[in-house]
């Protein structure tokens, strides 16, 4: 039973803190980076970091996945360039662009 009230708790508290992202899965992201992210993070577009370039996503990977992922949906302007919201992908849900976010990462820790 505390099994079960500890589980309710920290859904209870993922979805007061916003956390629209409950799990990451990176096999899923990968048809979903090959689709849409791919045109950008493969040549380094608009100052994408490239996947694989550990350097250029050391500080990123720092700042947590959630992180990564939320700027990810709604889109970030930074020193060194730009991501539109969802990579530009509308139809994309918010998972999706967090899968991809995760295998990202994979490939580039």
């Known amino acids: ?17 916003g956390n ?3 799990a990451y899965n990176a096999a899923a992201g990968k048809a979903t980076y090959d689709a849409s992210c791919a045109t ?10 490239k996947t ?3 350097a250029a ?10 992180k ?3 700027k990810s949906v709604a889109g970030f302007k930074g020193t060194k360039g730009m991501m539109p919201a ?7 849900t918010n998972q999706q662009v967090g899968d991809a976010v995760a295998y990202m990462v994979g490939l580039s820790k």
């Open 68 to 70: 990564m992922a939320a």
């Open 57 to 66: 996503w050391a500080p990123r990977i720092g700042q947590g996945i959630d």
């Open 86 to 92: 969802k990579g530009g992908n509308a139809k994309l």
């Open 52 to 54: 694989g370039d550990k």
């Open 20 to 22: 629209a992202f409950a």
């Open 1 to 17: 039973m505390s099994r079960f009230v500890s589980a309710a708790l920290i859904g209870a508290a993922m979805l007061v803190s």
């Open 40 to 49: 950008c993070h493969k040549a380094g577009i608009m100052g994408a970091p």
